[in-house]
C-alpha cells in the first residue's frame, strides 16, 4: 500500500510542479511585456459545460488595441488564458469581475508579437501555491514510504 501512496503522490506533485512552474514562468515573460491602452469592445459572460451539475462560466471579452499603427485585437484576459486554460467562475463572481474591467484598460502586449496580449497578470499567489501543494504532496508520499512503512 506504500507504493501505490508513493506513487500517487508523486502524480500529483509532478502534475503540481509542471502547472505552477508552467504559470509562474510564463508571468515573468509577461512583467517584462510593454504596457498598452485598449478599448473593451465587447464582454459577455458565457456559459461552459462545468463538472457535475454546477453551471460554470468564462469571461468572454474582446478588446482592441495599436501597437506601431497597426490595430490589433486580444481575447485573454488572465495569464492562464496564454497557455489555453480557463478561468471559470459562478454567475455572481463573473458577472462581479466582468464589469471590474475597466473599459480602457492598460493591458501587456508582447513586443516580440503584438498580437500576443493580456489584460491581467494577477493569480500569482495561486500559482505558488499550487506548487507548495506539489511539495506537501511529495512529502507525505515519501514520509509514508520510508518512515511510517
Sequence with gaps: MAVVVLIFSLLIALVCFWASVRLLLVNAKVK???????????????????????????????????????????????????????????????????????DKPLIYVNPKNPARSVIYRSGVGFYYFIFLMGLLSLAVGLVNYFVVQ
Design 32 to 102: 517584462k511585456w510593454r504596457r498598452v491602452q485598449a478599448t473593451v469592445v465587447m464582454r459577455e459572460l458565457a456559459l461552459r459545460a462545468g463538472p457535475g451539475r454546477r453551471s460554470t462560466y468564462v469571461l468572454d471579452v474582446m478588446y482592441k488595441y495599436r501597437v506601431g499603427g497597426e490595430e490589433y485585437s486580444g481575447k485573454n484576459v488572465h495569464l492562464v488564458n496564454l497557455v489555453n486554460g480557463w478561468v471559470y467562475y459562478t454567475s455572481n463572481n463573473g458577472n462581479k469581475k466582468l464589469w471590474e474591467i475597466d
